[in-house]
């Protein structure tokens, strides 16, 4: 096995009878949500944030995997934490949304809320239409990483995209739209208002599929694509706290949409 790079490490604390399992994104490592996994930690939940096959090492180690290797390791996790919780939430951002919300249509009761942050669902139509073939032609081609506002932040993960990868994602996302309709959880989605990265209309796309009756929207006006490491991280983290204290005290549900400039 490679070695996975400084920062990049799953990370694993031991907390609460509530547990919190967080997906990061494609090409992305664990170090995207490390902030907010610790964060968790110290409001006392048991959090389990995995490494995905392929990341976190070199971008040639990803062409070897495939969306079903990424999904099997959350739907392991989520199984491990199940037997030493009495509750569970999926949380993700970018693909790692798309994974979390697989989690919540395929695990039901399981799982008791999903928190997502810029959930990519779609694939680029163009590059979409060109992967199928490309993926013979060339094996990698440029990534996109470090799409964030705020100065001095970095993300750790991949300036490469395997095309093999490319490809497995364009599939997995249409398995994972696809399983949309059966996400009934209460579902908290947080969006940048400017993303280079995912479009605006794959959250659109979430909210307009999903079963969920409590959703809770919050626009994220001074972030990019990863928010977790930007200006808006500690609205995120805030959020997410609220949520989960929120449902685990058996609150009345919501349906809210507001802007992080609102302070509400």
């Known amino acids: 096995m490679p070695p996975i790079l400084p920062g990049a490490e799953p990370f694993r604390r031991d907390g609460s009878a509530t547990g919190v399992l967080l997906c990061h994104g494609f090409t992305g490592s664990p170090q995207s949500l490390r902030p907010w996994a610790e964060d968790l930690a110290a409001h006392g ?17 990803l062409a070897l995997t495939s969306w079903e290797d990424w999904y099997a390791t959350v739907d392991r996790e989520l199984r491990l934490l199940r037997e030493r919780c009495d509750e569970v939430f999926v949380c993700g951002l970018s693909m790692g949304g798309a994974l979390a919300l697989r989690l919540a249509a395929l695990h039901g009761e399981a799982v008791r809320g999903v928190t997502v942050v810029n959930p990519a669902m779609t694939f680029p139509r163009l590059q979409g239409y060109a992967v199928p073939v490309g993926r013979f032609l060339a094996r990698s081609v440029p990534g996109i990483v470090d799409d964030i506002a705020k100065e001095g932040r ?7 995209v395997p095309t093999r990868a490319a ?6 996302f249409r398995v994972a739209q696809r399983d949309l309709p059966k996400v009934t959880q209460p579902l908290l989605l947080l969006c940048s208002r400017t993303d280079h990265v995912v479009p605006a209309g794959d959250s659109a796309l979430v909210l307009g599929r999903v079963s969920s009756t409590d959703v809770t929207e919050t626009v994220l006006e001074h972030s990019f694509h990863v928010a977790t490491l930007d200006h808006d991280a500690e609205r995120i983290f805030a959020d997410t706290r609220g949520f989960i204290d929120r449902l685990t005290a058996g609150q009345q549900p919501v349906t809210t949409v507001r802007s992080a400039r609102d302070g509400a």
């Open 167 to 172: 490809y497995a994602l364009r599939n997995f």
């Open 154 to 160: 970095h993300e750790l993960g991949y300036d490469r």
């Open 45 to 61: 939940l048991t959090v389990s944030l995995p490494l995905l096959p392929g990341h976190g090492t070199r971008w040639e180690d």
